[in-house]
């Protein structure tokens, strides 16, 4: 299982891998790296995992490969509320990194390269927007986490981060299998 967080981190995939070199491993520095290596090889007990990540954010509080293993970690161990407010963390530092309004509702497909694979930025804010809608869905707040796919499926038509799956997923919500 340790293994499963060290990939997640790392992120595995020529999308992921490209996000993660320019992105993720940019700047940051080797102890907090080291820190992040260790929550998942510790991955089993969750004190030590989550104090390596906490140590790591201590050392790189802004870094996104920092946020995303604290973001996983949470998810990973069910801890949703947690989850959620790292992902609104991400959210922020990606609107702050692409230049964007803070607040989510007011940003437009013009504002960045969305459509673009190599606009690691910009798919960075758009994966941060996913997991928060993921989140607000399955903590119950369907209104908002469908706005949130909206804005997905409206900054990115192509559907480049999936968020497609998203939308059916909440329009099935509340049907039965029969209809």
């Not at 964007?100 to 994966?127: G, H, M, N, Q, T």
């Not at 209104?143 to 480049?160: M, N, Q, T």
């Not at 968020?163 to 039965?176: E, K, T, Y």
């Amino acid at each position: 299982m340790s293994h499963v967080l060290h990939s997640e981190l790392t992120m595995s995939g020529p999308e992921q891998a490209l996000l993660a070199g320019a992105l993720l491993g940019a700047g940051l520095p080797t102890d907090a790296q080291r820190h992040l290596e260790l929550a998942g090889r510790d991955f089993q007990s969750d004190a030590e995992a989550e104090l390596h990540l906490r140590e790591a954010q201590t050392l790189a509080p802004d870094h996104a490969a920092v946020l995303i293993g604290l973001y996983r970690f949470y998810f990973y161990k069910g801890r949703l509320q947690e989850a959620l407010r790292v992902a609104e963390i991400c959210l922020e530092k990606a609107a702050r990194d692409n230049g964007l309004d803070a607040d989510w509702r007011r940003v437009r497909r013009s504002d960045a390269e969305f459509s673009s694979f190599a606009a690691i930025l910009p798919r960075f804010y758009l994966f941060a927007l996913k997991a928060y809608a993921y989140l607000r869905m399955r903590l119950g707040d369907l209104d908002e986490g469908h706005a949130a796919i909206e804005k997905l499926l409206e900054l990115d038509p192509s559907d480049k981060v999936n968020a497609g799956v998203l939308h059916d997923v909440w329009q099935r919500i509340g049907h039965d299998d029969d209809d």
